[in-house]
């Protein structure tokens, strides 16, 4: 489904995160004229238009032949190590989560830096990935009452999701852990370190290895 969003957008219907992923590409490999960018969300596309010189109904027309056309797979993405420092101060919720999946402190830890995760689409705030799948053995609910302020670089995970807080913000999801390292700069190009499409494992480190690993990777914009 193609549908008006405002006055100079339409907002794509994918069905998921993969589809969404892979019309962006190709729209960003084959340009059309009037379409100014492009914000893949969880099962979305919303396509900005140039609000003077679009011809909607000729994008409109551009957009529903690429979805005839589209599959299920996503562009490949970038490979990311995020370390984190897990549980104490860094992941005060690293106990309550062992406690409701049945699991040791050991086993949550494992598993979440196991899993390779795919940047479904960024939001919240700047910086803010959204990762999934998480395995099913890990998957909590948000906490009841939210945070006022979540420190910058927690690690957290809410249902089949893990995220990183990329600033100090309010927020119920469930902190494991801390990274060390800078996820959104508006200097850098791209602002976020982490973007739609990315594949993201956690490496586990000691607290003692913090300041070595602190500040921005170095393969920001590889």
Same mark, same amino acid.
């Given at each position: 489904?193609?549908?008006?969003?405002?006055?100079?957008?339409?907002?794509?219907?994918?069905?998921?995160?993969?589809?969404?992923?892979?019309?962006?590409?190709?729209?960003?490999?084959?340009?059309?004229?009037?379409? @100014?960018?492009?914000?893949?969300?969880?099962?979305?596309?919303?396509? +900005? *238009?140039?609000?003077?010189?679009?011809?909607?109904?000729?994008?409109?027309?551009?957009?529903? +032949?690429?979805?005839?056309?589209?599959?299920?797979?996503?562009?490949?993405?970038?490979?990311?190590?995020?370390?984190?420092?897990?549980?104490?101060?860094?992941?005060?919720?690293?106990?309550?989560?062992?406690? *409701?999946?049945?699991?040791?402190?050991?086993?949550?830890?494992?598993?979440?830096?196991?899993?390779?995760?795919?940047?479904?689409?960024?939001?919240?705030?700047?910086?803010?990935?959204?990762?999934?799948?998480?395995?099913?053995?890990?998957?909590?609910?948000?906490?009841?009452?939210?945070?006022?302020?979540?420190?910058?670089?927690?690690?957290?995970?809410?249902?089949?999701?893990?995220?990183?807080?990329?600033?100090?913000?309010?927020?119920?999801?469930?902190?494991?852990?801390?990274?060390?390292?800078?996820?959104?700069?508006?200097?850098?190009?791209?602002?976020?370190?982490?973007?739609?499409?990315?594949?993201?494992?956690?490496?586990?480190?000691?607290?003692? @290895?913090?300041?070595?690993?602190?500040?921005?990777?170095?393969?920001?914009?590889?």
């Amino acid at each position: 489904m193609i549908a008006p969003f405002g006055e100079a957008a339409l907002l794509v219907e994918t069905g998921t995160p993969e589809r969404g992923q892979a019309l962006a590409a190709r729209l960003r490999a084959e340009p059309v004229a009037g379409v @100014e960018a492009l914000v893949p969300g969880l099962s979305t596309v919303l396509v +900005e *238009l140039d609000s003077l010189g679009a011809d909607t109904a000729a994008i409109r027309t551009h957009l529903a +032949e690429h979805l005839e056309r589209l599959t299920e797979t996503a562009p490949a993405g970038r490979r990311r190590t995020i370390p984190v420092v897990y549980g104490g101060e860094a992941g005060p919720d690293l106990a309550s989560v062992a406690e *409701l999946c049945g699991l040791s402190e050991a086993e949550v830890i494992d598993l979440h830096s196991a899993a390779e995760l795919r940047v479904l689409f960024d939001g919240f705030a700047p910086g803010f990935a959204y990762l999934g799948n998480l395995p099913d053995e890990l998957r909590v609910p948000r906490l009841d009452t939210p945070r006022t302020r979540t420190p910058v670089g927690s690690v957290g995970i809410a249902g089949p999701l893990s995220g990183i807080y990329p600033a100090a913000l309010p927020g119920g999801w469930r902190i494991v852990g801390r990274t060390p390292i800078a996820l959104f700069d508006p200097r850098r190009d791209p602002p976020a370190y982490l973007v739609p499409g990315d594949v993201v494992r956690f490496e586990p480190i000691a607290a003692g @290895e913090w300041e070595a690993r602190a500040g921005a990777p170095d393969d920001w914009a590889a």
